[in-house]
């Protein structure tokens, strides 16, 4: 057998013994992997994918927070066949644009909704999250220098943030095992502290409080470095990989009046949140605040070919276009046309079955109720979701909060039951968390939180089991 060719029948042995020898994967401990083999996605329809043994999973990950749209959709492949077939690529570096690119760009700028004094006509494409944000570091650096401000370097961040895995990207992230490896972050890039009220909030505080007071330590970190030092600060609007982690109503409001009084650049990475994962194509509309650049990925194809971006709001494409002259910076993907063409037709399936007002609506009220009562769980500390995205956490005791030890893993345990239980959902730590595609109808809802309930009671078994419990 050609083991390469995956429309043959798979011999699924055979081809973790490949995948060991030959794939390096991403976030993989590859001796822990050679021992169990890799689970072989093989394929997909709707909300589901199947493996090389025939195994169904209800996948509420959307692969990995990307496949909004849902899987199996032949409009997304015949708009990658189409422009194969008419211009697989070409540059758009020498004065040279094609027709996918700039619809796109166009299509894009017409969604983003205008904020205040904040518009966005223009779009910079790249291939990932990661490399958008690097993108993002050169422009904010460009803008300052620009105006005459070069001493404006510094970016500030959060800790447990995700801003992808390229140096830059890595750096702006706050997760400490990945600044463990390879001596990050680069220099002038600095962190302050999360917004998660559940772990942070001080007995007798208030989550609006906690919002205001989170939001504070900005302000802390801008006067400790110097104002005049600080270019820019990037957030996700809800914290993805950290685990679902979403700001009280009061954090945003006060962000954005802290950037406003110090000048400094906002830079909002939606590489998770938008196109309708929290209701709306751009998550900064939800939130309500007004970004100067804004991240994008994943969702913006549904996941079916790579393709990035930031959309460059007014205040900066002006220096950068009227000042800038030429910005020595891009990759040969930028504006691939047949990921643009892709996103596209992605855009208008969107639209046609209005998948974020359907996120906004009904759906997602139903979405929220059904996943609460996962709150009356013995197991579960806590539960919350903002449109499309969840978070639960898994505590030893409710009324104390205690939390089972690290070394237990209760989390990876519950991931494990999951996973051998026909659904896909990601631990983070004891927080269990879900993006299912936002094609979800009512009873695959109730099928999601009944298979959830299932891999939450054989958690709660083991733990019982192991004497875990308080
Ligand atoms: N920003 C955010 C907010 C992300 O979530 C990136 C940037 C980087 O995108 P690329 O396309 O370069 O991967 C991401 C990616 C997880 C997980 O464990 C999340 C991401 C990637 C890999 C794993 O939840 N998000």
């Not at 976030?27 to 689970?39: C, E, K, N, P, Q």
């Not at 709707?46 to 090389?52: A, E, I």
């Not at 992230?173 to 009220?197: C, K, R, V, W």
């Not at 400094?264 to 939800?286: K, M, N, P, Q, T």
Request: glycine residues 10%; contains cysteine; proline residues 4%.
């Amino acid at each position: 057998m050609n083991a390469a060719n995956t429309s043959e029948q798979l011999d699924t042995k055979e081809i973790q013994a490949l995948d060991s020898a030959h794939f390096i994967h991403p976030f993989t401990d590859h001796g822990d992997l050679a021992t169990r083999g890799a689970r072989v996605i093989t394929r997909s329809e709707g909300v589901y994918v199947w493996d090389s043994e025939g195994e169904k999973l209800f996948d509420a990950m959307s692969g990995l927070w990307c496949v909004n749209a849902g899987y199996g959709r032949q409009a997304l492949a015949q708009a990658a066949y189409d422009q194969m077939m008419t211009l697989p690529f070409y540059n758009s570096f020498f004065q040279t644009t094609n027709v996918p690119a700039v619809k796109l760009a166009t299509k894009l700028a017409s969604l983003a909704p205008k904020v205040g004094d904040r518009s966005f006509e223009h779009v910079f494409f790249s291939s990932s999250g990661s490399e958008s944000n690097d993108s993002n570091v050169r422009m904010v650096r460009r803008y300052w220098d620009l105006l005459g401000q070069p001493q404006r370097k510094v970016i500030i961040s959060r800790h447990n943030a995700y801003h992808g895995s390229t140096m830059a990207g890595a750096s702006l992230g706050g997760m400490s095992g990945m600044h463990a490896q390879g001596d990050l972050p680069i220099p002038n890039i600095t962190h302050i502290e999360q917004p998660y009220f559940y772990e942070n909030g001080k007995p007798g505080e208030t989550a609006d409080e906690f919002g205001i007071r989170a939001a504070g330590w900005l302000e802390e970190k801008i006067l400790q470095i110097g104002a005049d030092k600080v270019a820019a600060f990037i957030a996700e609007p809800i914290q993805g990989a950290g685990g679902v982690i979403i700001p009280p109503a009061t954090y945003w409001p006060e962000i954005q009046r802290i950037v406003d009084k110090y000048g400094i650049l906002l830079i909002s990475d939606e590489v998770i949140c938008a196109f309708g994962r929290l209701g709306h194509w751009f998550a900064y509309e939800r939130f309500g605040y007004k970004p100067d650049l804004v991240t994008f990925a994943k969702a913006v194809t549904s996941g079916y070919i790579p393709l990035g971006g930031v959309m460059v709001g007014d205040r900066v494409a002006k220096v950068l276009i009227e000042k800038g002259g030429e910005f020595n910076h891009g990759y040969t993907y930028s504006g691939h046309p047949v990921a643009c063409a892709v996103a596209l037709a992605n855009l208008e399936i969107m639209e046609a079955e209005q998948l974020p007002q359907r996120v906004r609506g009904e759906m997602g009220d139903y979405f929220a109720k059904r996943y609460a009562e996962l709150n009356d769980h013995p197991l579960v500390g806590m539960t919350e979701s903002c449109g499309f995205v969840a978070g639960l956490v898994l505590v030893k005791n409710k009324q104390t909060r205690e939390r089972f030890k690290e070394e237990d893993a209760v989390g990876m345990i519950c991931r494990g039951h999951c996973f051998n239980n026909g659904l896909i959902m990601r631990a983070v730590g004891d927080r269990m968390i879900i993006a299912p595609p936002l094609t979800l109808t009512h009873a695959q809802i109730d099928e999601m939180i009944a298979l959830i309930t299932n891999a939450l009671d054989l958690t709660y078994a083991d733990v019982k089991k192991n004497g875990w419990l308080a």
